[in-house]
């Protein structure tokens, strides 16, 4: 499972970069405009010089409209500012069909640009409570416009977390139906060390991280630190070996 952390700007983003032996990829993005929140192009530029070149730097393109063409184009803007993980949220799409369009003018818009850019469409958890499509719609969404990765986050942070939305098995589910298409199947939402157990076991891909490596696990008035950053890998260590040992055992 790869560890993606979520800086909101150049500051954070170099305590990413103390951290970058325990983290594989740095998403930038700007929680203050939303749980998906977009940053300003030369952010992901400085960021991008900031971190190691390894590491691949990801940017949220927002809690997206349904609108293809003003999204498409925020995307191009993320990619051409040296991103090469390009994460949508489809905050304003409500059937699956509306989701397919933004997401079709997202991975046109971005692979024209760089081909080899990684596009993920990222629904929400919480759906129900914003009124966006449902979260397991996703992986088929991902499919149908040729993004590379289907994802989930909260919309709402106010402390409730994936798996209150989305329960552990409906997630092992989301996962199933990205892998079965071909996709990353990567998972975000206020997720806690012991979350780390149920991911690994239901093979998640990617996980998404901000409060849990902040200080006081506060996403807002916390700063991510280098030191929390190593202990939440740590722990992603632990679940694996134990995964892994586990399905020794058991074959
Ligand atoms: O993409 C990951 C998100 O930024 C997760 O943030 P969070 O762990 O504070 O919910």
Redesign the pocket.
């Known amino acids: 499972m790869l560890l ?1 952390i ?1 800086p909101d700007g150049v500051e954070e983003a170099l305590d990413c970069a103390k951290a970058a032996d325990h983290l594989d990829i740095v ?1 930038v ?1 700007k929680p203050d405009e939303g749980s998906l929140g977009a940053n300003f192009p030369w952010v992901i530029r400085e960021i991008r010089d900031a971190v190691p070149a390894d590491k691949p730097v990801s940017a949220t393109v927002g809690d997206v409209p349904y609108k293809p063409g003003t999204v498409a184009q925020a995307a191009l803007g993320a990619v051409v500012s040296g991103a090469t993980y390009i994460k949508v949220g489809l905050y304003g799409c409500t059937t699956p069909g509306q989701g397919v369009e933004v997401m079709r003018a997202v991975v046109r818009a971005v692979k024209d640009h760089r081909p080899e850019a990684l596009v993920v469409a990222s629904g929400y958890a919480d759906a129900h409570r914003i009124g966006c499509v449902n979260p397991l719609a996703l992986p088929d969404i991902a499919a149908r416009s040729g993004a590379d990765a289907a994802m989930l ?2 919309a709402i ?1 106010d402390g409730s977390r994936l798996f209150d939305h989305v329960p552990p098995d409906a997630c092992a589910e989301f996962v199933r139906r990205a892998h079965a298409a071909g996709l990353l199947a990567a998972l ?4 806690k060390q012991d979350d780390l157990g149920p991911l690994t076991r239901i093979g998640t891909d990617i996980v ?5 490596v902040c200080e006081g696990g506060d ?1 807002n008035a916390g700063r991510i630190r280098p030191h929390l950053v190593a202990a939440f890998r740590a722990e992603m260590r632990r679940r694996a070996h134990e995964h892994a040992a586990g399905a020794t055992t058991v074959s």
């Open positions: 993606l979520s998403d993005k986050d909260t942070k975000a939402g206020s997720v998404g991280v901000r409060g849990a996403r």
